[in-house]
């Protein structure tokens, strides 16, 4: 999208994937940045609307880069065509809905409502499950389930500025994030996890409609950013950091086939333990309150994620 910013020129994203986190979102980068008609930059999160005004760097390690300067995130753009829809895909916009909000009016003046909101919804207490065995995958996660949700625990982790994305139970409630995206754009798609993951080509079909792209067939079955405990931390810790072999492998792949390498070795390293019922019932106390607003607000059934084990 063309906007005039500030009497320049600039390009912005037509459509925004604002979350939820640990919600396909990964996936879903690499599936529509094979559509040759959609743009998504490199850079898979630039949280650049969320975190634009942020003075203070996180103590705890970043999940992922993050953009600051306006002129570093214009850039992102520049090398684009006008045949293709600009898009972004960072899922800390949701959480961060106000400020996200905000920003996004400030660059696009009176074009904001143009924009196109995407937005896949989890079960709350799987996702946030999946979000504390990712930290725990890539040893960013000290504490057991119990502590690192309790309350006092993220309260003063968020007190010390700690990583937002440490805010287990604040990235699963819902329902004034989604209302705040309703009230404030006029082009808003709401999805479900579950039917990403059981029919992905679909609801990327369903996606590239909504934005106004002519669906691209891609092959849907390799899932990114996977969650779980790895199976060899010596192999897991290789793919992590810089090493001979990733630094041999710049001069033979382009980045883009590192990446599905790095994804591939990463998922195949990993299982997944399963949450006692207890414990998934004590976390969905957390959400019931919010659950219950949110199936009211919005046209889509989640009523089967209020249901204790």
Do not use: C
Request: charged share 25%.
């Amino acid at each position: 999208m063309n906007i005039i910013y500030k009497n320049t020129k600039v390009n912005l994203p037509d459509f925004l994937v604002v979350g939820a986190a640990k919600s396909a979102t990964t996936s879903l980068y690499f599936h529509l940045k094979k559509n040759p008609k959609i743009f998504l930059p490199e850079v898979k999160e630039t949280s650049f609307f969320a975190f634009k005004n942020l003075s203070k760097n996180f103590i705890s390690p970043p999940v992922l880069p993050t953009i600051k300067d306006e002129n570093e995130y214009f850039k992102l753009y520049n090398d684009t065509s006008e045949k293709q829809l600009l898009g972004e895909i960072s899922p800390a916009y949701l959480y961060n809905y106000i400020e996200t909000v905000k920003n996004i009016k400030e660059y696009y003046g009176d074009s904001f409502n143009k924009i196109k909101i995407v937005m896949i919804l989890r079960n709350p207490v799987d996702r946030l499950y999946s979000q504390y065995m990712m930290f725990k995958r890539d040893n960013l996660e000290p504490l057991n389930l119990y502590d690192a949700t309790s309350n006092s625990v993220i309260a003063s982790r968020m007190n010390e500025d700690w990583n937002v994305f440490y805010d287990y139970i604040g990235f699963s409630k819902y329902y004034e994030q989604v209302k705040y995206y309703l009230d404030n754009f006029p082009n808003v798609k709401i999805l479900l996890f579950e039917d990403v993951s059981k029919d992905t080509a679909h609801e990327v079909k369903m996606i590239s409609e909504f934005i106004g792209v002519e669906h691209y067939a891609v092959n849907t079955k390799t899932k990114f950013n996977k969650s779980g405990v790895p199976k060899s931390k010596t192999l897991h810790n290789l793919m992590l950091r810089p090493t001979l072999i990733s630094k041999t492998l710049k001069f033979i792949f382009p980045k883009k086939i590192r990446l599905k390498i790095r994804h591939l070795i990463l998922s195949r390293n990993l299982k997944s333990p399963v949450m006692s019922n207890s414990e998934y019932n004590r976390l969905l106390t957390y959400f019931e309150k919010d659950l219950k607003k949110l199936s009211n607000l919005i046209d889509v059934n989640i009523d089967h994620w209020r249901i204790k084990k």
